[in-house]
Structures are given as C-alpha cells and as structure tokens.
C-alpha cells in the first residue's frame, strides 16, 4: 500500500512564503511522476506543479514563478516552496503519485493565506 504524508501547511500572511513536504512509502523514484493538487472550498482540485521521474517540472498558470517543486532524491521527499503566497492561494493542498495507471494521494494539508 503506497502511502503519501504531507506536511508543512499553515497559517501564513500575504507575501510570505511557506514550503510543503511529502513524504512517500516507497521510493521516490517508483512513480511516473509527483506533484502538488490544490482545491479550494466549492473548486475542483487543480494541478499546481508536478515533477516527473526525469525531472521535467510543469507549473500551473496561477503559480509559474512563484512556485518550485522540487525532489531530495537522497532523503525521499517531495517539496513544494511557495513564495509571494496571496490569499488565492488557500486550499488544501495533496501530494500526488502516479505509478502507471495508479493515482495515489495524500490526506491533504491546509494552506490558509489572510492578514
């Protein structure tokens, strides 16, 4: 059973900036790709960065240059480094895996965005 565990999400003030990690059950490298899935309170979930296994990132428009995902090959994780955070940005963010037809997800972590 693959098992996806984020953390890192908070309460944060417009401007600043606040980084996600994922911790996967299994090698990172097992999966086609990773990335970050937000959804907003009545929104569908939407991609907000991906990394693939040979580490061709995709970003969506909302976040290009705001936002990197990166991988810690070493330590097994997934990140998320968000800067410039504006309160559009708050959801609940889940860490995503594809490994071949599967699609796994995590239990999701709440970014809220406000002054």
């Known amino acids: 059973q693959v098992q996806l565990v984020e953390s890192g999400g908070g309460l944060v003030q417009p401007g600043k900036s606040l980084r996600l990690s994922c911790a996967p059950s299994v090698n990172i490298f097992d999966f086609n790709s990773m990335g970050w899935y937000r959804q907003a309170p009545g929104k569908q979930r939407d991609l907000v960065a991906k990394?693939?296994?040979?580490?061709?990132?995709s970003y969506g428009d909302s976040v290009k240059g705001r936002f990197t995902v990166s991988r810690d090959n070493a330590n097994n994780f997934l990140y998320l480094q968000m800067n410039e955070l504006q309160p559009e940005d708050t959801a609940v963010y889940y860490c995503n895996a594809k490994m071949y037809l599967y699609d796994y997800w995590g239990q999701g972590t709440q970014v809220t965005v406000s002054s």
């Open positions: 990394i693939t296994v040979g580490g061709t990132t």
